[in-house]
């Protein structure tokens, strides 16, 4: 993981994701994700992601992942907006929310850029960073994945 959402994933650093792939008889394909990653106390957490895609929708998918205690969230709408298939994968997710506070449906997203190397060069970043602001992503709030002193 190169760049994300502060609000995702605060303080964190050296963010991994490890991919297993299954398709199933009808086409259906299954990504599980583990993120591993190191707390500010250094201690390693790893976050479970859960996505199953249609068949001949792989970039497009539903997902939901593992929350403190063990339960899985809600089911969110998880896009590969772009990728070279080599160096970098944007992934946008998005989730339907009922804002209480003003009675009406509201929309949490969050934005992850992905990478087979921990560094991207900035020019790169700030293309994928301006891809992301097209789809209403407040690229403001993207911090850089800290990968100093990762094992």
């Not at 976050?47 to 063990?70: I, N, P, R």
């Not at 896009?79 to 989730?95: G, H, M, Q, R, W």
Request: proline residues 3%; contains cysteine.
């Amino acid at each position: 993981m190169i760049s994300y959402m502060e609000t995702e994933l605060p303080e964190e650093k050296c963010a991994r994701m490890n991919v297993t792939v299954k398709t199933t008889e009808d086409g259906t394909t299954i990504l599980d994700y583990q993120l591993p990653h190191k707390t500010l106390d250094g201690s390693l957490k790893t976050d479970e992601v859960y996505s199953v895609a249609e068949k001949g929708k792989t970039a497009e998918s539903f997902a939901v992942f593992k929350q403190e205690g063990g339960q899985w969230s809600d089911p969110y709408k998880k896009y590969i907006v772009a990728t070279d298939y080599n160096t970098y994968a944007i992934t946008i997710s998005c989730k339907t929310i009922f804002n209480e506070e003003k009675m009406k449906m509201d929309r949490s997203m969050c934005a992850h850029v992905y990478s087979r190397n921990t560094t991207l060069p900035q020019q790169t970043l700030d293309i994928l960073h301006n891809i992301m602001s097209s789809y209403d992503i407040d690229t403001a709030s993207m911090k850089i994945m800290d990968h100093s002193n990762c094992q």
